[in-house]
Structure formats: C-alpha cells, structure tokens
C-alpha cells in the first residue's frame, strides 16, 4: 500500500508550494524583512507578490509555481483515467464525467492563472497580475464545486465507499473556508488594513495546500485494484449480477437441488466471482 502510486502526485504537488511558500518567506525574513517598493508607506509585512516581484524572489516563485500546478492537474488527468479504467469508482452516468471535465478545465484555468500571475508580477504589470490572482483563486475554488458536486452523485451510487463522502466533506469544507477567507482579505485590502491582508493571503495560499493533499485519500483505493480482477465494476453491471443470483437461486430451489452460480453480489454491494480457493471480490475499496 506504501509503495509509489498515484497518491504521490498531488502529496509532491503540496510539499512543492508548501516549500516554495516556505523559501520565499524565510528569506525575506533572513535579509532583515525589507520593505519594497510595492509595499504600502503603512505596510510591514510582504504580500507573496511582493517578493514574487523580487529579483531573487521571482525565479522561485515562478519555478515552485509551475511545477506544483502541471503536478496536480496531471493529478486531475490521472484520477479521470482511474475512474474510466475502473481503478476507482467508476462513473456512473455522463452527468459524473461532465463534472469531472469542468472541473479539469477548471483547475488548468486556475493552474495558467498561477503560471502567468508569475510571470506578470506586481511591480511591473500589477493590473494583468491582480487579474491573473482572481483567475487562480476562483479557478480552482470553481474547480472544487464541480468536484464536489461529482463526489456527491458517486457516494448516492456507491454509499458503501465511505471514502467518496470522506473527500466530499473535505473539499466542500476547503470551499467555504477559501471563500470566507478571499472575502476578508478583500475587506482588509479596501479598508487599507495591509498587514492583516498580508496575513489572510499567506493564510488563503497555506489552505490551498490541504486541498491539494485531499487528492491522496482519493487515490489509495487505485493501490489495490492494480489486478483487473480486483477493479470496479459499474452499479448496474452489479444490478444485473444480483438478478441473475436471485434467478438462479430461486430456479434451484424449486427443482429441489443444489444452487450453483459464477459470481454474485455481496451485502455490502461487492461483486465476487469464483476461484478454485473460494470466493474473491471483484472490486474493493482498500
């Protein structure tokens, strides 16, 4: 279960913000805390584009950058192929994989956002750079209420995967909390509280790395189902094999003898087939 698999991705994606979040403040702090030009007469603690905008601050804050958003969004692309392949919960409907598809687009508005808010920094192109924040900010928020959105209809489907409920209530907890936090430090920002605005950005960039480490618990279920014959199997395939049981059941015990069958559904919504050493579960979660 702890070997290398596609939970890495969006644990390396965090660890490269958290580091370059991490990099980029303590430096400020090592050369004394400076105050720059960008910064407010008032001002005494450096918004991230303020160092972003510096000459040593801009080469790590557009290569940590970059690197944590094309991570996850291949986060993104890869639990899309999981869930086609049967390596997670598969969708149910197209009304799933159109969500799922929104909110990929989504997050790589929300990834180029980023990239180019960067790149535009805020010394020399602060108007394209305080648009590419609203593009990276309400991107990936955008991202998660599709998200959500998906996980719900699966957990009505598969409710005996808890797991699907567990990262539901995770990112829809992330949503009300980035939203609560965005609208203060745009209050703080308007009322020229700079510092406590400084503050609530570093805050809303810090919580964005625990929605991004939520992906893990999405993708564990894919380290046991690596073996076609331990991959999930779509609701109404399972449906169809509990009708087939009941019928062959009921034709048996009608002629009086013996019930054989090649597979069923268990009571918790399992589907099994059968091995020359007993019965094995098709799909499972862990």
């Not at 890495?8 to 994606?13: K, N």
């Not at 913000?17 to 001002?43: C, E, K, V």
């Not at 909110?103 to 192109?125: E, M, N, P, S, V």
């Not at 894919?222 to 087939?244: F, G, I, Q, S, W």
Request: aromatic fraction near 14%.
């Amino acid at each position: 279960m702890f070997g290398i698999s596609y939970w890495f991705l969006p644990i390396f994606a965090g660890c490269t913000w958290l580091g370059t979040l991490l990099a980029m403040l303590g430096r400020w702090i090592a050369i004394g805390s400076p105050h720059y030009t960008t910064m407010n007469d008032t001002q005494h603690i450096a918004y991230i584009s303020d160092i972003g905008a510096t000459p040593w601050g801009k080469p790590l804050f557009i290569a940590g950058s970059a690197v944590t958003v094309v991570v996850f969004n291949l986060a993104f692309l890869s639990e899309r192929w999981l869930r086609h392949k049967g390596r997670l919960a598969k969708n149910y409907n197209w009304t799933e994989k159109i969500l799922n598809i929104c909110a990929l687009i989504a997050a790589i508005a929300g990834a180029c956002g980023l990239i180019l808010l960067t790149i535009f920094d805020t010394k020399r192109y602060p108007n394209i750079h305080v648009a590419m924040l609203c593009l990276f900010i309400g991107g990936y928020i955008v991202s998660a209420i599709f998200i959500c959105a998906e996980y719900q209809r699966l957990g009505i489907h598969y409710r005996q995967y808890s797991i699907l409920a567990a990262s539901f209530w995770i990112k829809l907890a992330f949503i009300f909390i980035e939203v609560a936090l965005v609208i203060a430090f745009g209050i703080m920002s308007n009322q020229s509280h700079w510092n406590r605005a400084a503050v609530l950005e570093w805050t809303i960039s810090l919580v964005y790395i625990f929605y991004v480490w939520s992906f893990f618990i999405d993708f564990l279920p894919a380290v046991k189902t690596k073996d076609p014959e331990d991959r999930y199997v779509h609701p109404k395939v399972l449906a169809e094999h509990d009708v087939n049981r009941a019928s062959t059941e009921q034709g048996g015990n009608l002629m009086g003898g013996p019930v054989y069958t090649s597979g069923g559904v268990g009571g918790t919504g399992e589907s099994y087939q059968m091995r020359e050493n007993g019965l094995r579960p098709v799909a499972q979660n862990f």
